[in-house]
Each structure stands twice: as C-alpha cells, then as structure tokens.
Nanobody, 129 residues
Framework: QVQLVESGGGLVQPGGSLRLSCAASGFTLQYYHIGWFRQAPGKEREGVSCISSSDGSTYYADSVKGRFTISRDNAKNTVYLQMNSLKPDDTAVYYC??????????????????????WGQGTQVTVSS
C-alpha cells in the first residue's frame, strides 16, 4: 500500500526548531519530487519547499528561505524538513506530497499543490510562547 506519513510536529516556542519527517512505504521516494506544504486555519494551502528527484535541487518559499532546509535520506526512504528560527506565522498543519519524476516543474510552479499527486495526512506545528 502506497503511504506517506509525516511526523515530528509539536508545540515549540518562537525561535525554536523542529525537524519534520516524511516517510514513505510502498514506493521509493527518490524517484519522486517531494514537496512540503502547510495550511493554517482559514488560509489556503501554501507551498513551503521541494526537493527534485532528478538532481536533488531544492527550492523554498520566500517566507522560509534561510530558516528551513529540506533534505532526503534515500536509505531511509524519508525526506526531512528542518525548521529553525520558527515564528508564530509558521503555525500550520504540514504535509508532504509527491510528484512524478518526469513531471517538469520550474520556478514557483514547484510549490503549486496541483502539481503533486499523493499526500500524507499532515502533522501539526504550533509556534507559541
């Protein structure tokens, strides 16, 4: 069964850090582009970061650039999102999603949710003092 499972969310104070994990079962993550998205209450889903299947290149939303880092561990079939210097505005449910390797995405299209096919159930991140 094809499944994506996010973990690592929780409650953290402003300025703190969390590392989210996106573990895959039933398929091999390295053959897919992987995106991280988030959705806060009352807001649309927002693309946060992605990592390319073909060359491992990464892309970030301006709102998280310099604070978040996406990475992949092929041996563990897992993609991570390291989040540092967290702000209250980062509070949201975070999702990972896959896009087929052969789907070409450029620039900001890499963070468009419609380009991704398979989604995990999400993990809650709350940044609050």
């Amino acid at each position: 069964q094809v499944q994506l499972v996010e973990s690592g969310g929780g409650l953290v104070q402003p300025g703190g850090s969390l590392r989210l994990s996106c573990a895959a079962s039933g398929f091999t993550l390295q053959y897919y582009h992987i995106g991280w998205f988030r959705q806060a209450p009352g807001k649309e889903r927002e693309g946060v970061s992605c990592i390319s299947s073909s060359d491992g290149s990464t892309y970030y939303a301006d709102s998280v650039k310099g604070r978040f880092t996406i990475s992949r561990d092929n041996a563990k079939n897992t993609v991570y999102l390291q989040m540092n210097s967290l702000k209250p505005d980062d509070t949201a449910v975070y999702y990972c999603a896959t896009a087929p390797r052969l789907r070409s995405m450029y620039g900001s299209s890499r963070l468009v949710a419609d380009n991704y096919d398979h989604w995990g159930q999400g993990t809650q991140v709350t940044v609050s003092s």
